[in-house]
């Protein structure tokens, strides 16, 4: 089993910044991928961003240039920084990981991220 805790989430004003981390403990896997997916009401989960265990990254268009995904691999955690951020940023950010054998993830229990006009 894999256990996944996030903090760093809260409420920010507009152009604000925020840091979230994935704190990943359990079963883990040198080959990996920590995503970081978001879900605002009344609409579907999806991905902001996510890297591999060698550093690839995957952003969304409507975070590129905003928000960087990190990891450290001596501590099993990955990072979303999030600089300028927006209303519509405004979400349950979840974290989400895999291993590379898996055929699903493991999800966290998502934090609130609330970006005031």
């Known amino acids: 089993q894999v256990q996944l805790v996030e903090s760093g989430g809260g409420l920010v004003q507009a152009g604000g910044s925020l840091r979230l981390s994935c704190a990943v403990s359990?079963?883990?896997?040198?080959?990996?991928?920590i995503g970081w997916y978001r879900q605002a009401p009344g609409n579907q989960r999806e991905l902001v961003a996510r890297?591999?265990?060698?550093?690839?990254?995957t952003y969304a268009d409507a975070v590129k240039g905003r928000f960087t995904i990190s990891r450290d691999n001596t501590k099993n955690t990955g990072y979303l920084q999030m600089n300028s951020l927006k209303p519509e940023d405004t979400a349950v950010y979840y974290c989400?990981?895999?291993?590379?054998?898996?055929?699903?993830?493991?999800w966290g229990q998502g934090t609130q991220v609330t970006v005031s006009s």
């Open positions: 359990g079963s883990t896997f040198s080959i990996n991928t």
């Open positions: 989400y990981y895999r291993r590379n054998y898996d055929s699903g993830g493991y």
């Open positions: 890297i591999g265990s060698g550093g690839t990254t």
